[in-house]
């Protein structure tokens, strides 16, 4: 499927120009490829946008891309190169304040970036302004969100009824299933490394996937996502097999609660804090606070992890439009752990759950 030039793009340039012309910038050197393609709708492995302040741009990358770029950004003017930070730079006369991201941009591209600039262009540090156009997502955004969510809790449902998360089966094997079903439906390939952790592995957050056979008795964390179209899915789901025992089932239902209040926090107006404060409190009251080791959740979208968080020390409230994951857990080395993670759209009274599978204790 191609996705055309739109006007979301121009808004988005829009608003980028309009931001930086309050900072006294010409013109905006774009070269982290999320915010290429966010800015322009090309997806490719290479490329730069600069956006100047009367919101004329224009779009570097090279002939690989040629027929690509003139699909997907047909209304940037095109500068074919290799170099595409540079090679738009060298369009530039001066005197002009260029920014540049400088949350990506490495010592050596800056060099090189310097180096191309024409006489009198003043490069400047730019941090955190296309990050926040990104925080509340349009609508054609929230559907592609929405898709590649359903895409990934398909395939969840898929292989809980095939039977094929089971013991005997090891944690690569599911793994490998899992990633296959997102694929069938549609998926492009899997927002990050699929995490099956059974057993004692299932105590690290962020354990992967091994040859670790699935035991009865076992919790089993699984973690995963589809990517379609630049954007991401995130989803967490912990069962266990054959049989509870006091301690899975204690902690299995700490950590529900506690994901439960995370959701029922998550309205317009709240403070990130109060949305992590939310889940934490049920953890601490119930004993375990030391073994949820990581923040309540992030956004999600062209990132699998982008702003807003929602941690301990969270800035800023959620707004409609927003997404944000609400992921608590208990994590006891030497025992087991459990994680249950939803992906949620803000919306004016209670959010929506784009991943909406059941998470009531399960045995498989
Ligand atoms: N898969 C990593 C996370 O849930 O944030
Ligand atoms: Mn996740
Ligand atoms: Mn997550």
């Given amino acids: 499927m191609t996705v055309y030039a739109d006007t979301r793009f121009q808004n988005r340039r829009r608003r980028l120009a309009s931001t930086l012309a309050g900072q006294r910038i010409d013109a905006m050197l774009v070269t982290h490829l999320t915010h290429v393609r966010f800015l322009s709708g090309f997806s490719g492995s290479n490329g730069a946008v600069l956006v100047k302040k009367d919101l004329t741009a224009l779009i570097s990358t090279d002939g690989r891309y040629t027929t690509q770029v003139g699909e997907e950004a047909s209304d940037l003017e095109l500068i074919s190169a290799r170099n595409c ?3 738009l730079l060298e369009t530039l006369d001066g005197p002009r304040r260029v920014g540049y991201e400088a949350d990506y941009v490495t010592v050596s591209e800056l060099e090189s970036l310097q180096k191309a600039c024409p006489e009198g262009i003043t490069l400047v540090p730019v941090t955190g302004v296309i990050e926040e156009i990104r925080l509340v997502k349009d ?9 590649v969510a359903r895409i990934a809790v398909v395939a969840w ?10 013991a005997g089966r090891r944690e690569n094997e599911v793994a490998a299933d899992l990633e296959y079903r997102m694929r069938k439906h549609g998926s492009e390939h899997t927002s990050f490394d699929t995490i099956v952790a059974s057993g004692l592995n299932s105590a690290k957050p962020h354990h992967g996937a091994d040859d670790t056979e699935i035991q009865d008795g076992d919790i089993v964390t699984v973690d995963f996502g589809a990517h379609l179209l630049g954007f991401n899915s995130d989803i967490t789901r912990s069962v266990i097999v054959g049989h509870t025992t006091d301690f899975t089932k204690e902690i ?3 950590v529900l609660r506690a994901q439960l209040a995370g959701i029922d926090a998550a309205t317009p107006g ?5 949305v992590d404060r939310a889940c934490r409190d049920i953890i601490d009251e119930a004993d375990y606070g030391e073994y949820f080791v990581h923040s309540t959740g992030h956004g999600v979208g062209l990132d699998v992890h982008e702003a807003p968080y929602a941690s301990t ?7 409609p439009g927003m ?3 609400i992921e608590p857990g208990i994590y006891v080395p030497g025992k087991g752990g459990v994680r249950i993670e939803d992906s949620l759209i803000i919306r ?3 959010p929506e759950i784009i991943t909406d599978t059941p998470k009531e204790l399960r045995l498989v």
């Fill in 252 to 254: 299995y239902d700490v």
């Fill in 323 to 325: 997404t944000l994951t």
């Fill in 348 to 350: 004016a009274g209670a």
């Fill in 270 to 274: 709240t403070a990130l804090v109060d």
């Fill in 139 to 147: 609508e054609v955004s929230l559907d592609h969100l929405r898709h």
């Fill in 157 to 166: 449902e898929e292989l809980l009824e095939a039977g094929e998360l089971r």
């Fill in 313 to 319: 020390g969270g800035k800023g409230v959620l707004e």
């Fill in 85 to 87: 930070g540079s090679a």
